[in-house]
Structure formats: C-alpha cells, structure tokens
C-alpha cells in the first residue's frame, strides 16, 4: 500500500477533502491505481457493487473516503445494475459519475451500458477484465471486454497499474468532451495487473485535478431553472437517427483521444497512442493482442529477432472505436499477421482478427492473417508460448500459405484445435 | 419554507378546493397519450400538484412513460429521467447523491431549497422486476419518494399477470377458461414488506379520495428517507370498464375495502385514513370489471365468498393494528 502522508488542514479546490501527499514513485496494484486516479478526478458519485477482481479499485476508494480524501458521494448498491443505473441517475444530475466491475458484473450491467452510451453520459467504468461463466472462474480473459463491444462504449486497454492510473485520468476528459459525451471503459487484466503491485508514478492531486479540470454539466436535472426530459421513447421514426448520432460521436472521437493523449504526455512524460506498436516499422511477422499478452510479446519478439525473425507487436491502445486506416497503415508491410483473441470465440473468429480482416480487406497488402484463441480463464502465456507462435506464423511465411486453417486454439489440452480450413 | 421560487412558495402546498388543486402550477401536462379514463395521469398530477418544490421524476418503463416522453415532445414541466423497466429507484437515488454531492463542494448553493425526488414505477416495475432495486434504495435509506402506480397488471404490453394481479383475474398469461379460473396466486403485500424496510412513511393511496391522497402524499414530502406510495390506479383497458367510470370503478375499491386506504409510519404505527360509511360487497367491485366475470359462473362464485373472507379478515387486522399502536 502506498504511504499516505496527509497534509492537515490543507484545503484542496473543493471544501472538506484533503489533499494526499504522493511519492514520485508508489508501488500500486491496477485496483489501488484506479482508487486513486478516482480520487484525483473528484468524483462527485461513485456507485459501485464489489466483485472479484475488481473490488480492489472500489475498496481502495472506501478507503479515501473513510480517510476524508473524498468529497463526493459514494453508492455501495445491490447489483452491478444498480451500480450502473445509480451513475446514470447521478450523470444525468449534473455529476461526474464512475464505478468498476468485472465478469457477471459487466454481464449484469449489460442492459445500463446501453442506456449509458444512448443517454449520451459521460461515466466512467474501470473495469478488470475477468472470464465469463461457465465454468465459473475469477481469472483473467478478454470476454467480458468483448461483451461490452457494441454497447457503445469507448473501450481503452491499459496492461499495467501506471497505464490504467493513466488512462482512467484521461478517460473523464475524453468521454466528457462536449464533442463526445460518451461513456469510456478503461480496462486493464484481471489479476494480473489488477493485483500486481507495479511501480506508479503518479501525479500530484493538483496537477491531476487541474488535468482532469472540472465537469461540465450537459442538461442537468438539477437545473431547474430549465427542465429537461432523459430517456425517451422512440420509434422507427427517430431511434435511426439517435443511434447515428450517438455513432458519429464515436467516430469523431479519436481526434479528441489523440489531443488528450498529447496533453497527458506533457505533464506526465508518457504518450499514449491510438495504437501501441512495438516493432513493426521492418516487421515479417506481427502480432495483434491486447492487455499484459502486448508486454510479453515484446520480449517474446526481442528473443526472435535474436534468432533473425523480425518479429513485431501490435496493441488497439483503443479498442473501440476501431480504427481500420490506422491498423491498415501499421500492418501494411507484415507477411504474416497474428491475432490474439483471448476470449471464447462462441462459433466465429476473435474480434481482433475480425477487425484486422477489416482493416486489409480493401488495402492491397495481402498477408498471412491468423487468429490464435488462447489463454481463456486466466490460462498462462508465456515467452515461450508467443515464441512458438511466431515461429508457426515464420514457417507459414516459408511456406507461403497458412498451416491448414485460419483459426487456432493454442494452450489448452487434448486433441489440436484448428477451423476454417483454407488451402493458400 | 418562507424562500420564494418562481413566485411559489416553497414546501407544501396549501389545497383549498378541488378546482384549485387541479389546475395550480401543472408540470405533468395533459398532451400525453395515456388512455382516456386512465388514473395514472390523475395521480400523477395530484403527487406533483402536492408540492411547490422543484421536482426530478423517474419513471420506469411502462405506460406512463411510454405515453409522455415520446421524442420529440414530453409531458414533463419538471426534470424527468427514465432508463429501464427495473430501475427508476436507483436513478433517483443516483441523481438524490448527486444533489448531496453538488451542495457539499459549493457547485449547487446549498442555501437553494432541497428540490423533491420522486420515482414511479407500475406494479410490474414495482413487485415484480424492479423490487430489488426499490428493496436496495430503501435499505440505503436515500430521501426520495417511490410511487406505485397499481393497476394490478402489466398494461403496457397488453395485460399479463404480475405478482399483483389479485386471484381470479383473468390476465394474457393467466386466462380464465374452460379449466382456470384466472390467476392462482394472491397478490404481494407490497405495503406490509415496504414498512418492514423501516420506512419513515408508507401509505396506500387512491386517486378518488384526493384529500386523503394529498394529505398523504404531503406527510411522505415531509418525512425524512425512503417514502413508500402504494397508488391504486384502475386501468380502464385492462379490467375493462367504460372509460367514464374510472372514478367510479376506484370508489367502489376503496368502499370494498380491496384497497383499504392507511399509512404506517415509521414502520409500525398504522392508521386507517378512510372508513367507508357504507361497505360495498366484494361481489359488487368485482362485478363491475369484465377481468373478473368468469368468477361469478357457478362453479366459481366460492372464489368471489373467498375474497369477501379474505377482505374481512385484512380489515380486521388493520383495525387490530390501529389500536394496538405498535
């Protein structure tokens, strides 16, 4: 835990909190990281409901509270529904509203992120991504990250505790941007980044504050002074136009995504990018994956280029929206592209693989492109595992053509697991 | 209360006569497209009649909502949120912290008047689907008030059952036919199990008696936490009466005493707020509504003589726990 030196009776820019003095660098799990950069965007509603292996992140920020750091309101509500529709009443009133889950507790919620993003508020979800049931498990996978793919979220992907410290700061900016107004998830790994303590070099309270900057009411239902109507019904002759709306929102996004990354990169020293790459600029083979796979693969790629394989590695910093110009500029070059879906793919190819399909299709660059499913409930990857993955994609390159199929189930025990067979 | 806005004076407002109450500082306007005779609208309008405070509304999905915020017009002079069908208690409470919020770190002026927060929900949102979020808003004890508008059936989508629906009644998904008698279930007792939760304030209230109503409606204002309304709103689509008899069909269920009207405060003091001079038979409220007209075939006139039994007994207890004051 991080040495928590309070400055008493110092008064922070809103009354009856206290300003907690940090070290340059804390030792923070991905949950106590996400407490604090709570914390520091003042919150003014938290509504949450505790499950594994998010909790951390909710109790962490109890913990401030209980401490006198925290001067907004907090909901300990009966269901992650609950949690999501306690931030959507609270959003709609005018507050900066934020919760954290995982797994079923996403599942649950479904229903609210839809109403969230349709809603146009604001709210961000630190979620710490965890396998779906069944079987019941608790470690982690991407699939609740998947689940929440459409819900019209913006979806950011942090691999360790600074980055997601980081991106949960920035996330509030981007989503409350008035050329925005969407709800972000900022999603990191369950446990394994969740519950590994790592070095954070945090921001002071100010200058994180001062980042973050103060929120920005949007037709408030405590401004009575002009009442307004949330959550409507509509038909077939406007709900099109509502949903196109709320898209072209999303579409726009990046512009802001990207102007924010470049101001956060100015006072922190760490610029993060619409998409993460390591490598690829002279790339054969490279991989696309998401969470703490992209650090692994690095060192993964590092060993092959020892072994004269140029080997790269790719990461969709932000996964939706998807950005196919962009994914298409950086693989262009690639005679083999892997991607890595860590989540059931229930009878289809993986999502990374659909949107890197995507990206190629209409560009002339033809390469290899497979989709390996791996590491579901929390099952390891390791150097090792991701070297013999770019050593199968090398010898297709040799071979000029696929080893059979395009999908691939790597890790898991039994009979091979191979579909979508294809000859070239 | 002395704080002026928008003219109004603040807190309660002072009812002097019907016509007076029904026409002062609408916020709930007639352009909606709730069925003609439907006492949802009436009710609304003498919650929100009741007050001079600013108001934020929810609404779960159902008729009410579906009927007055139909993009691009609403019927709400007031602030207004609807999400779901389960979960118009926690926006409230949601948007209630959020007030609490705003007022502590000097973004609303705490001297302002505290706006009201009122969340309604139909008997399917209330009993059935949304009954753990109403359940969580009430252990948390956040200052709002929760209105059940109880038409003993889900109407929006055409009339199925929901743990409301009283036995006997013919719904979608319990017809009365060759082999039924209707629904098999009594119907929850929703007020009872709003009390235990330790409410300052729960109370079943009927549009006709709009005295008793408001007075009511005005006491739960007043208290401080979760304020449980229990409002029977006869649904002139559903138990299939001409819609120019609502007032009548709802005082013959309050002079049946099928809705006793009473309040419980503080979770155990309980007063009966209305005697009927002359008790209407069972028989006769039932006999009124086509939703119950297969009961009164011979083979099932026992259930109607169950139903008087059942009512006798309820008013019985009532009495019992007026008296005993605990």
Redesign the interface.
């Known amino acids: 835990m991080a040495r928590e030196k309070a400055k008493r009776g110092k008064v922070s820019m809103y009354r009856n909190k206290r300003q907690m003095e940090l070290n340059s660098v804390e030792v923070w799990d991905g949950n106590f990281a996400n407490s604090h950069a709570l914390r520091q965007a003042s919150v003014d509603v938290v509504s949450a409901y505790p499950i594994t292996p998010s909790t951390g992140t909710v109790e962490g920020y109890a913990a401030h509270n209980a401490n006198g750091y925290v001067d907004g309101e907090m909901i300990m509500t009966e269901s992650e529904h609950a949690a999501m529709s306690g931030c959507i009443g609270a959003s709609a009133a005018g507050a900066r509203a934020a919760t954290a889950t995982s797994s079923q507790g996403l599942a649950l919620m479904v229903e609210t992120l839809y109403q969230a993003s349709g809603m146009r508020l604001p709210i961000v979800l630190c979620m710490i991504n965890r396998a779906l049931a069944a079987p019941l498990n608790v470690n982690g996978d991407h699939s609740d990250m998947y689940l929440a793919n459409q819900s019209g979220w913006i979806s950011i992907d942090a691999c360790t505790p600074e980055e997601s410290y980081d991106l949960v700061l920035c996330a509030f900016r981007i989503g409350e941007h008035l050329d925005v107004r969407l709800p972000v998830i900022v999603n990191q790994d369950g446990f394994l980044t969740s519950h590994k303590a790592q070095n954070v070099r945090p921001l002071s309270d100010d200058q994180a504050y001062d980042f973050v900057g103060d929120y920005k009411e949007v037709n408030s239902m405590l401004n009575f002074d002009k009442p307004v109507t949330h959550g409507v019904q509509t038909e077939s002759d406007w709900h099109f136009e509502h949903k196109a709306k709320q898209n072209a929102a999303m579409m726009a996004s990046p512009k802001v995504i990207e102007e924010v990354f470049e101001e956060y990169a100015k006072i922190s020293g760490r610029k993060y990018n619409m998409i993460e790459t390591y490598k690829t600029e002279d790339a054969d083979i490279i991989i696309v994956c998401l969470g703490t796979t992209y650090q692994t693969a690095q060192v993964a790629a590092d060993k092959m280029r020892e072994e004269g394989v140029k080997a790269g590695v790719l990461m969709p910093r932000v996964f939706r929206p998807t950005q196919l110009d962009m994914l298409a500029e950086k693989l262009k070059g690639a005679k083999a592209v892997v991607c890595m879906d860590r989540s059931a793919p229930g009878g289809q190819t993986g999502l990374l693989y659909q949107d890197v399909a995507a990206a190629l299709f209409n560009t002339s660059a033809r390469p290899l492109l497979s989709n390996i499913v791996y590491g579901l409930g929390g099952r390891d990857i390791n150097i090792e595992n991701l070297k013999s993955i770019y050593t199968h994609a090398k010898a297709e390159v040799d071979a000029g053509k696929l080893d059979g199929a395009i999908q691939r189930f790597v890790g898991v025990r039994g009979p091979e697991l191979k579909y979508y067979s294809v000859e070239g | 209360m002395s704080s002026l806005?928008g003219g109004l004076p603040q807190g309660n407002k002072e009812i002097k006569s019907l016509k007076a109450f029904s026409t002062a500082a609408e916020r709930f306007e007639g352009a909606h497209v709730l069925c003609p005779g439907c006492a949802h609208s009436i009710i609304v309008r003498e919650v929100l009649n009741a007050t001079n405070d600013?108001l934020?509304v929810?609404a779960s999905t159902g008729c009410l909502?579906?009927c007055t915020?139909?993009?691009?017009h609403?019927s709400?002079?007031?602030?207004?949120?609807?999400?779901?069908f389960?979960?118009s208690s926690?926006?409230?409470?949601?948007?209630?912290?959020?007030?609490?919020?705003?007022r502590?770190?000097?973004?609303?002026d705490p001297n302002t008047p505290e706006?009201k927060f009122v969340a309604f929900g139909g008997d399917g949102a209330t009993y059935d689907i949304g009954f753990?979020?109403l359940?969580?808003c009430f252990?948390?004890g956040h200052n709002m008030m929760y209105v059940c508008l109880d038409n003993e059936v889900y109407a929006n989508t055409g009339g199925q059952r929901s743990s409301s629906t009283p036995i006997g009644a013919s719904a979608t998904t319990t017809p009365a036919g060759s082999h039924s008698y209707g629904e098999k279930q009594n119907k929850k007792d929703m007020i009872a199990i709003m009390a235990a939760h330790g409410s300052p304030y729960v109370a079943q209230v009927a549009p006709n008696k709009w005295k008793d109503m408001v007075k009511k409606i005005q006491k739960g204002f007043d208290a401080n936490g979760p304020v449980y309304i229990n409002a029977m709103s006869a649904c002139t689509t559903e138990w299939k009466f001409p819609i120019h008899q609502t007032i009548e069909v709802s005082d013959m269920a309050t002079d049946s005493l099928v809705f006793p009207l009473y309040e419980i405060i503080d979770g155990k003091e309980l007063n009966i707020t209305y005697r009927p001079k002359n008790i209407v038979p069972v028989r006769d409220y039932l006999g009124v509504q086509p939703r119950f007209k297969h009961l009164f075939k011979p083979e099932n006139e026992y259930l109607i003589q169950e139903w008087q039994t059942r009512v006798d007994a309820q008013w019985e207890y009532l009495q019992r726990r007026e008296e005993a004051k605990v």
Not at chain 2, 69 to 72: F, T, V
Not at chain 2, 104 to 108: L, Y
Request: one cysteine or more.
């Open positions: 806005l600013n934020v929810g909502e579906v915020a139909i993009y691009p609403t709400w002079d007031c602030s207004w949120i609807h999400i779901g389960e979960n926690t926006a409230i409470a949601g948007a209630e912290r959020a007030n609490m919020a705003l502590r770190k000097g973004r609303i706006p753990q979020w359940s969580g252990e948390r």
